[in-house]
């Protein structure tokens, strides 16, 4: 396996490490197994979250007696110390771990939030802690706000950065730069941009061709990590490339990359949470999942939408955004 270092850890990665989301959706079984396949395989990293619901606890068992070193990383979404200290000990509870390698405040969206995690009674504390005390070795952050992510990079307070990049959502190339400059390790989620590309060979040969550290594409099946790892090597070829920009064209117009632009919305609407939950729903088929999450997280449906054409305009993709918020209401109220 092809393995590259994650930053200032000193850790040697897998160039592809396993993303936890879509192991809520198989049974208990063939979780075990399909990761343990990637272990096989040489895939040395793992990444999960308190949120994903079943995926830590999975994960533990996977790892019980077959872990061969494995790198594991899991995140929380927690701002304040206590919840942070909670969630610190769930994890470890779940993944059946005495330590945790890399744990990283989960999707942080705007600066109100990263400035609640640095108060003295805030999430960074509890990591801390943490690390002092043994329980984790390695503090992260992940975020799909790139501009967030400079001012973090700039902080000096975290190990690594994870954030999507794919050929798609392109905007991580500058933070590729900077956090090299920081020695700062690149975890790349969304390489398939939430499982819009169908060829996701050709999207991982191109993002690997980028300086980042791992990319964590998630799998639910032995055949999915058979491919996906079987990519190592080998170059992106030209043909590859064509069509990947072919499939590029189609999809450019529908996929939200999360860059929050379109905020706020005179009326509140949280446009980019509603079409992550869409996203769920669609590509990562994950219904109940984000059904119920829609529930909790959306106050302010698209119902309240008074077509003012705001969100629209900010949008750099030209999303057409009331259109797409419109049938992900259908979808996720339904
Ligand atoms: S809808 Fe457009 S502006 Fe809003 S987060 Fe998505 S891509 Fe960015
Ligand atoms: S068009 Fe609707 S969703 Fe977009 S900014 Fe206006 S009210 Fe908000």
């Excluded at 909670?86 to 993944?95: C, F, G, Q, R, T």
């Excluded at 330590?99 to 960074?124: F, K, M, T, V, W």
């Excluded at 307070?157 to 933070?175: A, C, H, K, R, Y």
Aim: charged content about 25%; aromatic content about 6%; some cysteine.
């Amino acid at each position: 396996m092809f393995k590259r270092r994650l930053g200032r850890t000193g850790l040697k990665v897998s160039a592809i490490g396993f993303g936890g989301i879509p192991i809520q959706r198989v049974s208990v079984e063939d979780a075990v197994h399909i990761i343990r396949r990637a272990l096989q395989l040489g895939v040395n990293f793992i990444d999960t979250a308190r949120v994903y619901t079943d995926s830590e606890f999975k994960i533990g068992l996977a790892l019980k007696d077959h872990s061969n070193g494995c790198i594991v990383a899991s995140k929380s979404r927690a701002l304040t110390k206590l919840e942070m200290e909670n969630d610190i000990k769930l994890s470890l509870s779940n993944l059946n771990l005495k330590r945790i390698d890399l744990y990283q405040l989960h999707n942080i969206s705007d600066l109100e939030s990263y400035n609640r995690a640095l108060q003295p009674d805030g999430a960074i504390a509890a990591l801390k802690e943490a690390q002092e005390t043994g329980l984790i070795k390695y503090i992260g952050i992940t975020s799909h706000v790139h501009s967030l992510l400079k001012k973090v990079l700039a902080s000096d307070l975290f190990d690594t950065i994870q954030f999507p990049f794919n050929p798609l959502e392109t905007e991580g190339l500058e933070l590729i730069k900077t956090a090299r400059d920081y020695d700062v390790g690149t975890i790349i989620m969304k390489p398939l941009a939430g499982g819009a590309f169908y060829n996701s060979g050709a999207a991982l040969k191109w993002i690997l061709q980028h300086d980042v550290s791992v990319v964590i594409p998630g799998m639910d099946s032995i055949q999915q990590v058979e491919y996906n790892l079987s990519i190592l090597g080998s170059p992106l070829t030209e043909e590859e490339l064509k069509a990947l920009k072919q499939e590029l064209k189609m999809i450019d117009k529908q996929i939200c990359r999360r860059c929050e632009y379109c905020q706020p919305c005179p009326q509140g609407i949280k446009i980019p949470v509603i079409l992550l939950l869409d996203a769920y729903y669609q590509r990562y088929r994950l219904p109940d999942w984000a059904k119920d999450r829609y529930k909790s997280l959306v106050d302010v449906t698209p119902e309240k939408c008074t077509e003012c054409g705001l969100c629209e305009e900010r949008c750099p993709y030209k999303l057409p955004i009331r259109k797409l918020i419109r049938e992900a209401h259908k979808r996720l109220s339904s």
